[in-house]
């Protein structure tokens, strides 16, 4: 027989106030990325200015249906789903082997962490950070691009909580096996990639190996052995 264990009643209250703020966040940067204003968003959505605003400010008042709404103006969807509590971990996914090759080529000056908590109470963790007296940079690691907007979009996302949590600039490194699948994944995406991660992946190994600031946002091509370049 299959046995669960049932999480204590009051999880559900901080989770709900959680998940407003996050929905906030992205709704926000989902407005910003379409170039449009609160009030133009509201109207496409049928709802006020300031219900956009207090939706993007992590209200829980804002309703089901005005959320679903402010997503569809904004070109998006909004899903729910249950998942199990316990975390995916790196190792778990095949994504050790490219943080393990990135933390190899890494200039001794950098202190590297894994799977690190973007703030307290959140169950989200930026995959690798590298900090030292030239900044902060966030690696999140894909093995393989799926839809790139979105592993862009969830990255972003983590990194503005981290930064607010450390008060420090953090720049943000998408880091993905270097495949001919992986470079192909970006050719339609290529200049949403150039404006949001502006540092190629030679200048970003670059700053990793020699411990010197990243300067930006950017994007690194990890080659693994095992991993066909084909693939």
Known sequence: MTTFRSRRRDAGGPRARWLAVRFGQELRLARVTAGLTQRQLGALAGVTQQRVSRAERGSSAVSLDARCRLAAAS?????????????????????????????ASAHPGWTVQLEVPVAHGDPRAADLVLSGPNGVVHIEIERILVDVQAQLRSGQLKRQVLAERLQRTVHFVLAVADTRANHARTGPVIDLLARALPVASRDAWAAIRTGMSLGGDGILFVRVRGVSRGG
């Open 75 to 103: 070109g998006h969807e909004l899903g729910w789903r249950l998942y199990p509590v316990a975390s995916i971990r790196l190792r778990d996914t095949g994504q050790l082997a490219l943080a393990q090759a990135i933390v």
